[in-house]
């Protein structure tokens, strides 16, 4: 799993400095964790996404945002809980889940957000 700074979230997710609306710029629809390393519940998803990005290879891009480190891109976002959820798809807005969802509702989301 990628981690994303400013410059590799502009060129593959969103160039919020380019663009006001919203304009999806990667190959495949994505998933962005923001997370922070001392966060209990961020702890408890990221073994769950690792398992995710291997299951849904070639068919979506999972990142990862540690908000410590990257302040502005948490901001950008509103990010105000962690680990807040990013689903990207390729066409249509964007979508925020907040929490450690478990693995069955991050597949359900993937299938209807992401894949639809």
């Not at 390393?37 to 690792?50: R, S």
């Not at 390729?90 to 979508?95: A, E, L, R, S, T």
């Not at 969802?101 to 597949?107: Q, R």
Request: charged share 25%.
């Amino acid at each position: 799993m990628e981690h994303l700074t400013k410059e590799t979230f502009l060129a593959k997710v969103f160039n919020y400095e380019a663009n006001k609306d919203w304009k999806f710029e990667g190959e495949l629809p994505c998933l962005i964790d923001f997370y922070a390393d001392w966060c209990q519940p961020c702890k408890m998803v990221a073994p769950i996404l690792e398992e995710l990005s291997k299951e849904y290879e070639g068919k979506i891009n999972i990142y990862k945002i540690d908000t410590e480190d990257q302040q502005e891109l948490a901001g950008a976002f509103g990010i105000r809980s962690i680990p807040s959820l990013l689903f990207c798809p390729k066409d249509g807005q964007p979508q925020m889940a907040q929490g450690a969802l478990p693995k069955d509702t991050l597949i359900q989301a993937i299938n209807d957000v992401l894949l639809k």
